[in-house]
């Protein structure tokens, strides 16, 4: 059943869920783009396609506390700082990353040990996605056969010619929409079948829409790894992380402990990336010692390693963000053209 809501009426709808927890919806900041941000009266929507950074950052934050260690000459007390979390929403979550949390949930949710910490984000954690309606020429969603104008989530939106449209999804979604059913009226599904229609079309007309992936695939795990566009493509990386910390299924953490002084330590984790110089260091040395080795690493696990592992599964979504802030201009895309133009045609090992 669809669900609808004036759009001059949805402040009323996020004031609504505001007084029942914390609501985070995408707004301008002052650099001209938008990032998820606290919902206060007053706060407007952003119409911006998507933010810099994703939702992901809701459920597995920078930097995350994980325990405090107290020592008393040769007893150690070991403290759990996490408290309750109170329920939040966060609105406008488009179809890439929505996407993602399936991808990152496959790592934390559904492997031994599941990540309590990551886990009891998502409990908490409501996900009201909103369709695109113009994507962007990085987007290229649609070559992973993610369906834009139809995004997942606990309550599905849509914004067609001035009326939100909804759809609860969850048992989650379906508590959202029933405690603010004063505010809606039952809505046609016409017009958000129309914008579907349309939405699609203008993703499939997108300039990477067709990438073509075939050449990804696991039984060519040594050839791929072995090519030779990675000593060229790897020359002018400068191993910033920039792409690793704008893209929503990067979910790599390194664990560092401080000093709290009164023989205390506390010990977080903080993300981390595959194209520093001391990521994954052991006490021998680091297993990959070039910028080759570690740039190879990041594409190789996003197209080969992890669908391997996961069913065939790309870790990618195309939400173009790496594409938009890479400095150099780097970025999955290019790697993928570059290997399927040289892979048959002499230059890979």
Same mark, same amino acid.
Request: net charge neutral.
């Given at each position: 059943?669809?669900?609808?809501?004036?759009?001059? #009426?949805? *402040?009323?709808?996020?004031? $609504?869920?505001?007084?029942?927890? %914390?609501?985070?919806?995408?707004?301008?900041?002052?650099?001209?783009?938008?990032?998820?941000?606290?919902?206060?009266?007053?706060?407007?929507?952003?119409?911006?396609?998507?933010?810099?950074?994703?939702?992901?950052?809701?459920?597995?934050?920078?930097?995350?506390?994980?325990? @405090? $260690?107290?020592?008393?000459? #040769?007893?150690?007390?070991?403290?759990?700082?996490?408290?309750?979390? *109170?329920?939040?929403?966060?609105?406008?979550?488009?179809?890439?990353?929505?996407?993602?949390?399936?991808?990152?949930?496959?790592?934390? $949710?559904?492997? +031994? !040990?599941?990540?309590?910490?990551?886990? *009891?984000?998502?409990?908490?954690?409501?996900?009201?996605?909103?369709?695109?309606? %113009?994507?962007?020429?990085?987007?290229?969603?649609?070559?992973?056969?993610? +369906?834009?104008?139809?995004?997942?989530?606990?309550?599905?939106?849509?914004?067609?010619?001035?009326?939100?449209?909804?759809? !609860?999804?969850?048992?989650?979604?379906?508590?959202?929409?029933?405690?603010?059913?004063?505010?809606?009226? %039952?809505?046609?599904?016409?017009?958000?079948? #129309?914008?579907?229609?349309?939405?699609?079309?203008?993703?499939?007309?997108?300039?990477?829409? *067709?990438?073509?992936?075939?050449?990804?695939?696991?039984?060519?795990?040594?050839?791929?790894?072995?090519?030779?566009?990675?000593?060229?493509?790897?020359?002018?990386?400068?191993?910033?992380?920039?792409?690793?910390?704008?893209?929503?299924?990067?979910?790599?953490?390194?664990?560092?402990?401080? +000093?709290?002084?009164?023989?205390?330590? #506390?010990?977080?984790?903080?993300? +981390?990336?595959?194209? &520093?110089?001391?990521?994954?260091?052991?006490?021998?040395?680091? !297993?990959?010692?070039?910028?080759?080795?570690?740039?190879?690493?990041?594409?190789?696990?996003?197209?080969?390693? &992890?669908?391997?592992?996961?069913?065939?599964?790309?870790?990618?979504?195309?939400?173009?963000?790496?594409? %938009?802030?890479?400095?150099?201009?780097? @970025?999955?895309?290019?790697?993928?053209?570059?290997?399927?133009?040289?892979?048959?045609?002499?230059?890979?090992?």
């Amino acid at each position: 059943m669809m669900f609808t809501l004036p759009e001059s #009426k949805i *402040n009323e709808f996020f004031k $609504l869920i505001a007084s029942k927890g %914390e609501l985070y919806i995408p707004q301008d900041n002052n650099t001209g783009k938008a990032d998820f941000a606290l919902w206060n009266e007053g706060a407007k929507l952003s119409s911006a396609l998507k933010t810099v950074r994703s939702a992901k950052d809701f459920f597995f934050p920078k930097a995350e506390n994980l325990v @405090n $260690l107290r020592m008393e000459g #040769k007893h150690v007390t070991v403290e759990d700082p996490r408290k309750e979390l *109170n329920d939040f929403v966060v609105f406008g979550v488009r179809a890439c990353d929505a996407k993602s949390f399936e991808i990152v949930d496959a790592v934390y $949710l559904n492997m +031994d !040990p599941v990540d309590s910490y990551y886990k *009891n984000r998502r409990d908490h954690g409501t996900v009201i996605t909103l369709a695109c309606t %113009e994507p962007a020429k990085t987007c290229f969603c649609h070559a992973y056969k993610i +369906d834009a104008a139809a995004p997942a989530g606990d309550v599905s939106a849509w914004l067609c010619d001035g009326t939100f449209y909804f759809q !609860p999804n969850t048992d989650k979604g379906k508590k959202i929409i029933e405690s603010a059913k004063s505010l809606f009226a %039952e809505g046609d599904e016409a017009p958000v079948k #129309k914008q579907q229609e349309e939405t699609r079309k203008k993703c499939a007309a997108t300039p990477f829409a *067709n990438l073509d992936l075939s050449k990804w695939v696991g039984k060519d795990m040594l050839k791929i790894f072995n090519s030779k566009i990675w000593d060229s493509l790897s020359e002018s990386c400068l191993g910033c992380g920039t792409c690793t910390y704008v893209c929503p299924t990067c979910m790599c953490f390194d664990i560092r402990d401080f +000093d709290s002084g009164a023989n205390g330590v #506390k010990q977080f984790r903080c993300w +981390d990336s595959c194209m &520093y110089s001391d990521f994954t260091q052991m006490a021998a040395a680091n !297993p990959r010692l070039t910028q080759k080795e570690r740039f190879r690493q990041r594409f190789m696990h996003k197209l080969v390693y &992890y669908p391997m592992a996961h069913e065939d599964n790309w870790q990618c979504v195309g939400c173009g963000r790496c594409l %938009e802030s890479c400095p150099i201009h780097m @970025n999955i895309v290019k790697v993928i053209k570059t290997y399927n133009e040289n892979a048959d045609g002499g230059n890979a090992q």
